[in-house]
């Protein structure tokens, strides 16, 4: 692959607990403009992979790029700043907020500190505010949520959630954006409307790294597929030869 092309690159990614090796020396590549999925078993180390590239866990050894800037080791707002926005296989908690709120707020944004504060004037600050609340507004519009501006977070459909997740996701505007099991748990009519934003969302150019455990959805969404088992990368290809390589089903049936 050409280095234009790849937008993030995983080398020989290395994550240990304790005892536990949960990622082995993982290395592959997300080029630009894919929709690449990222499955293998329960525990196979897909969620640690998410939480090494994007800063929220340091390896013990390996390299993240970001379009070709290394920021192995770096926090997740300077990640984010290279254009790698992602969201949580279990969504944080949104206890006393509104969506509306809830767009506004916390670690989805990444970008740590706060935009306001990098004003100092108040008119400036206002400012701000105002543009922040009418981008959380149109987003709502454009992931067609905006009736749940001001319902309670925690009235939400877990569904509901993982559209809010991800209108939130977008408000930090990604180059590259890595969804955790975004369909998890969601009833089929709204992981259909889920399916349908990311593939829009990749036709107006976000490239997307998708861990997701329903095989029919990510196959049917996905190219290439990347299978890890045990830690490191078994196979990648495409949805069509991934399923048929005898090494995957062996890793699904072995657990
Ligand atoms: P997957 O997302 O593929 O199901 P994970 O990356 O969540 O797998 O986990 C891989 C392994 O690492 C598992 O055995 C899991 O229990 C372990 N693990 C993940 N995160 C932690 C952590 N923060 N502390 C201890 N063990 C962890
Ligand atoms: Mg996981």
């Given at each position: 692959l050409d280095k234009e092309d790849v937008v993030l690159r995983v080398d020989g990614l290395r994550k240990t607990f304790g005892g536990l090796i949960a990622t082995d020396d993982a290395s592959f590549a997300v080029e630009r403009g894919t929709v690449t999925g990222l499955i293998g078993p329960n525990g196979a180390g897909k969620s640690t992979i998410f939480n090494l590239v994007s800063g929220f866990y340091e390896p013990d050894a390996g390299t993240v790029t970001v379009n070709g800037v290394d920021?192995?080791?770096?926090?997740p707002h300077e990640v984010a700043e290279e254009g790698l926005i992602r969201t949580f296989q279990t969504p944080r908690k949104l206890e006393g907020m509104t969506v509306r709120e809830a767009m506004l707020v916390g670690p989805q944004r990444q970008p740590g500190e706060s935009f306001v504060k990098l004003f100092t004037s108040p008119r400036e600050v206002e400012a701000a505010e105002t543009r922040n609340i009418e981008d959380a507004q149109r987003m709502l519009e454009q992931f067609e949520i905006d009736h749940l501006a001001t319902q309670p977070a925690t009235d939400l459909s877990g569904g509901q959630l993982k559209l809010v997740e991800l209108a939130r996701a977008m408000l930090a505007e990604p180059e590259l954006l890595l969804l955790d099991e975004p369909v998890a748990g969601v009833n089929p009519t709204l992981a259909n409307k889920l399916r349908d934003h990311i593939a829009r969302l990749n036709e107006e150019g976000v490239t997307l790294c998708i861990i997701e455990h329903d095989m029919e959805f990510i196959m049917n969404l996905a190219d290439p597929i990347v299978v890890l088992d045990q830690g490191s990368v078994l196979v990648e290809g495409t949805p069509d030869a991934v399923r048929n390589d005898d090494r995957v089903v062996d890793a699904y049936l072995g657990g």
């Open positions: 920021v192995t080791g770096a926090e």
